[in-house]
């Protein structure tokens, strides 16, 4: 009797046993199971933070350049007033002109405000220059050269060949025409035309048929020099 109360005794302890392990592991899976869904969201989470510091500091960044490029811009602006002496409505007008040849090409405001004050330099008044502007920016990206040497070049051809500011679309067209469409350059066009540019202007010459001369010189290996004094001669 004894002995059967021993075996039931340990019948009820193994199924008091399993049962209780049985409840243990239901529990620790149901510990891991949020353990891991803990784990998943934080995890979710950190990845969004990582994404919104990323988006938060390009946005910060964007915003500090933003910033230096416009006190940049106002600056040299400042530049362009005092070289040209241009207030009120023409200081307006000069602004709007920078501002949409900066739009409009890939170069900064500040770009095209130091090409402005580089043409007033040169003797280009505030009213010429919201002319001269866009079709320099346009040819000095069409060519692949910095803005300020095309103005330059600009302006210098149309005042050998008495071209106004309103035309200056076709003295940039010319040049964009002979650099790319020869073996000229923007160094070697600027030699010749110093050369032949005044005398080719007194015979009648225009600077697009000037051009065309000078293209088939440089093609036929001319340099810069020789073709501008062959064309004197």
């Known amino acids: 009797q004894n002995h059967k109360k021993s075996i039931d005794e340990s019948k009820n302890a193994l199924t008091e046993y399993n ?10 899976k149901s510990l891991a199971g949020g353990f891991l869904k803990t784990i998943g969201t934080v995890g979710k989470f950190f990845l969004a933070y990582q994404a919104l510091n990323l988006v938060v500091s390009g946005f910060k960044e964007l915003i500090i350049g933003s910033l230096q490029e416009f006190i940049k811009f106002e600056d040299t602006l400042g530049k362009v ?4 002496g241009a207030s009120g409505k023409a200081l307006d007008a000069l602004k709007g002109a920078i501002l949409e040849t900066a739009v409009e090409t890939r170069f900064t405001a500040t770009e095209i405000s130091e090409l ?5 330099k040169l003797g280009a008044t505030s009213q010429e220059i919201p002319n001269l502007i866009k079709p320099i920016a346009t040819a000095a990206q069409a060519i692949g050269e910095d803005v300020t040497a095309v103005g330059e070049a600009v302006l210098k051809a149309n005042n050998q060949f008495q071209i106004s500011s309103e035309n200056s679309a076709v003295t940039a067209a010319v040049l964009t025409d002979a650099i790319t469409d020869s073996a000229l350059s923007l160094s070697s066009f600027n030699t010749a035309l110093q050369y032949v540019g005044p005398l080719a202007n007194q015979v009648g010459l225009s600077i697009d048929a000037t051009s065309g001369y000078m293209k088939v010189l440089a093609d036929n290996g001319f340099t810069a020099s020789k073709i501008g004094t062959g064309l004197r001669n």
């Open 19 to 28: 049962k209780t392990s049985k409840e243990t592991s239901g529990g620790l």
């Open 116 to 120: 402005a004050v580089s043409l007033g």
């Open 81 to 84: 007033q005092a070289v040209t």
